[in-house]
């Protein structure tokens, strides 16, 4: 049996879960995770989503849009740059795009690993020995 596994949730595993309802919701809502991401992520998530292509390609009316919102990330807490900005230093020369460092300073600050599907971020688990997960792999380790 899987202990609780802390992972850091990047902005695309956000994103893809409001284009379906996929294996990303299940992940997001599975109680075995106890998942974090700083506050950036869920500004970036809701900047991505908010532009009229993204809008048009969910389809969904505000209110239900923000019903959606509530419900997938009701189980990820966030946490302000204040309480990971010793490790932003160095995850600024780590990251490859700039708004990719704070979910590699929160993912040192608390030893964890980050889930994220971009590819970018195998870069950092290089120079870094951070963890990554991919959605297919987070869905083998839970067995789901």
């Not at 009316?61 to 509530?70: K, S, T, Y």
């Not at 020995?129 to 083998?140: A, G």
Request: include cysteine; glycine fraction near 2%; hydrophobic fraction near 45%.
């Amino acid at each position: 049996m899987l202990r609780l596994l802390r992972l850091v949730v990047d902005a695309n595993v956000l994103v893809s879960a409001f284009l379906k309802d996929s294996l990303t919701r299940r992940i997001l809502l599975d109680e075995r995770l106890n998942l974090i991401t700083p506050e950036h992520g869920f500004i970036e998530t809701r900047r991505v989503l908010h532009r009229p292509k993204m809008l048009k390609r969910i389809g969904l009316e505000p209110a239900v849009f923000e019903e959606l919102w509530a419900f997938l990330t009701s189980r990820i807490q966030t946490f302000p740059e204040t309480d990971y900005q010793k490790s932003l230093g160095e995850s600024i020369h780590l990251a490859v795009h700039p708004e990719d460092a704070p979910y590699i300073a929160l993912a040192i600050k608390f030893q964890c690993p980050i889930w994220t599907n971009d590819p970018d971020f195998q870069i950092h688990a290089v120079k870094k020995s951070l963890q990554i997960y991919k959605t297919h792999e987070l869905r083998e380790k839970l067995q789901l």
